[in-house]
């Protein structure tokens, strides 16, 4: 019995470089999280209020986002099966972009036609690095931790949808629209940080397989 749960306890035990991944797909989820709910709660007031529209409009402009996501979703799929290895990289990729195209939006330089249209774009790259972002993290979840792991790294959707509306209601509370668009553009531009550095530690450290047999 005593060399059974030696066994077992070694089985479940996480190294430091475990951890350092669970600590990133933590804040990935948290990033991600923070710029989602600037979208579903603030895009149409931002719309009304810089771009002067109407808000059958800015609503029809939140529906297209959320349409052309689920669409990147569906070709994020194809791109990941075609390269189950590179996920990071195509996590790291589309939200660079889908920040880049954020951020153009919330300049307004592009006026009230050109606007939606980069707001489009920038929900077909976050949808597309959906697939990819979630095989991400089951590649970094070490063996026999799945539940701590997850448990951690998805508690980060709701820190994140907690404390959003804390800081970006303040900044809408003042008028600082664009600040609050480009705030959710910046949390993208970290979260294809963060699968930047997680790359890293996987390449570093590699998942090994549980070769321990559980009694």
Same mark, same amino acid.
């Given at each position: 019995?005593?060399?059974?749960?030696?066994?077992?306890?070694?089985?479940?035990?996480?190294?430091?470089?475990?951890?350092?991944?669970?600590? @990133?797909?933590?804040?990935?989820?948290?990033?991600? /999280?923070?710029?989602?709910?600037? =979208?579903?709660?603030?895009?149409?007031?931002?719309?009304?209020?810089?771009?002067?529209?109407?808000?059958?409009?800015?609503?029809?402009?939140?529906?297209?986002? #959320?349409?052309?996501?689920?669409?990147?979703?569906?070709?994020?799929?194809?791109?990941?099966?075609?390269?189950?290895?590179?996920?990071?990289?195509? =996590?790291? #990729?589309?939200?660079?972009?889908?920040?880049?195209?954020?951020?153009?939006?919330?300049?307004?330089?592009?006026?009230?036609?050109? /606007?939606?249209?980069?707001?489009?774009?920038?929900? #077909?790259?976050?949808?597309?690095?959906?697939?990819?972002? @979630?095989?991400?993290?089951?590649?970094?979840?070490?063996?026999?931790?799945?539940?701590?792991?997850?448990?951690?790294?998805?508690?980060?959707?709701?820190?994140?949808?907690?404390?959003?509306?804390?800081?970006?209601?303040?900044?809408?509370?003042?008028?600082?629209?664009?600040?609050?668009?480009?705030?959710?553009?910046?949390?993208?531009?970290?979260?294809?940080?963060?699968?930047?550095?997680?790359?890293?530690? #996987?390449?570093?450290?590699?998942?090994?397989?549980?070769?321990?047999?559980?009694?």
């Amino acid at each position: 019995f005593f060399f059974s749960s030696r066994r077992r306890h070694t089985r479940f035990k996480c190294d430091w470089s475990s951890d350092v991944c669970s600590s @990133d797909l933590f804040v990935f989820l948290f990033c991600m /999280t923070m710029t989602y709910s600037v =979208v579903q709660n603030f895009l149409v007031p931002i719309l009304q209020k810089v771009h002067e529209m109407g808000l059958a409009q800015a609503s029809l402009v939140l529906s297209a986002y #959320l349409l052309t996501a689920a669409a990147g979703n569906f070709v994020g799929g194809f791109a990941t099966t075609r390269w189950p290895d590179r996920v990071e990289r195509i =996590v790291a #990729l589309c939200m660079g972009a889908a920040a880049a195209l954020m951020l153009l939006s919330a300049t307004a330089l592009l006026g009230p036609w050109g /606007t939606p249209a980069s707001l489009v774009l920038t929900a #077909l790259a976050v949808g597309m690095g959906a697939p990819a972002r @979630d095989l991400m993290i089951k590649r970094a979840t070490p063996v026999g931790a799945t539940g701590r792991v997850y448990g951690l790294v998805f508690a980060g959707l709701d820190l994140g949808s907690a404390v959003s509306p804390l800081i970006f209601g303040v900044l809408m509370d003042h008028g600082f629209y664009g600040l609050t668009l480009s705030g959710a553009a910046l949390f993208l531009l970290g979260g294809a940080g963060v699968s930047v550095a997680l790359t890293r530690s #996987l390449q570093a450290h590699p998942k090994q397989p549980n070769t321990g047999a559980a009694i």
